[in-house]
């Protein structure tokens, strides 16, 4: 099993950043990527970003504009998303996954592992 903590959620004016973080602990070793995703309030969850384990291959959904970087830690076992230039419409509860085996990479059923989520409310 794999336990996924995420951290640095808050409140946030529009054009402020945020960091946010998801450490990864338990049988980590089986972990061959790690994404975030959201969920806004009535919307569906959706992809943000992935990133692999081995070779920080990145992938973002269109959507985000550039103004999200995801990146990891592998020796402490953390991946982050950097959030710049947010957006009221950015508001949402933020998941972290991680996976074993997958293709895409954006599909939320290749995740094995989620956090609980963390919230970002991001005010106009």
């Known amino acids: 099993q794999v336990q996924l903590v995420e951290s640095g959620g808050g409140v946030v004016q529009a054009g402020g950043s945020l960091r946010l973080s998801c450490a990864a602990s338990?049988?980590?070793?089986?972990?061959?990527?790690m994404g975030w995703f959201r969920r806004a309030p009535g919307k569906v969850r959706e992809f943000v970003a992935s990133i692999t384990k081995y070779t920080s291959q990145t992938n973002y959904a269109d959507s985000m504009g550039g103004r999200f970087t995801i990146s990891r830690d592998n020796a402490n076992n953390t991946v982050y998303l950097q959030m710049n230039s947010l957006k009221p419409e950015d508001t949402a509860v933020y998941y972290c996954a991680a996976g074993r085996y997958g293709s895409t990479l954006y599909n939320s059923r290749e995740y094995d592992y989620w956090g609980q989520g963390t919230q970002v409310t991001v005010s106009s």
């Open positions: 338990g049988r980590t070793s089986e972990i061959y990527f």
